[in-house]
Nanobody, 128 residues
Framework: QVQLVESGGGLVQAGDSLRLSCAASGRTFSTYAMGWFRQAPGKEREFVAAISQSGGNIYHADSVKGRFTISRDNAQNTVYLQMNSLKPEDTAVYYC?????????????????????WGQGTQVTVSS
């Protein structure tokens, strides 16, 4: 089992940058594929980015491609989401998620149902 704690959210202006962090408990972080999702008020949860357990495979949603970058540091048990050129429509609660990867695979997952563990979320608000 893994516990996830997000941090780094806040209130910024359009065009600014933020870096979200998600710290994971446990000593087997490198066996988990990780993802970032977000949920805006009144909207369904939306996939943002995903990364394989080694960090060698990543995927970003079209809505953030070219502006956001997911990465991980397995030595620090942390996954990051670098967010540049933020827009008001990026305003949401951002969640990180983890799932135990299949042995021998190094893939990412883009659906919420694929993830077993979730953090409590961090609020990102982008003003225009």
């Amino acid at each position: 089992q893994v516990q996830l704690v997000e941090s780094g959210g806040g209130l910024v202006q359009a065009g600014d940058s933020l870096r979200l962090s998600c710290a994971a408990s446990g000593r087997t972080f490198s066996t988990y594929a990780m993802g970032w999702f977000r949920q805006a008020p009144g909207k369904e949860r939306e996939f943002v980015a995903a990364i394989s357990q080694s960090g060698g495979n990543i995927y970003h949603a079209d809505s953030v491609k070219g502006r956001f970058t997911i990465s991980r540091d397995n030595a620090q048990n942390t996954v990051y989401l670098q967010m540049n050129s933020l827009k008001p429509e990026d305003t949401a609660v951002y969640y990180c998620a983890a799932r135990l990867a299949y042995s021998g695979s190094d893939t990412y997952y883009t659906t919420g149902a694929a993830y077993a563990y979730w953090g409590q979320g961090t609020q990102v608000t982008v003003s225009s």
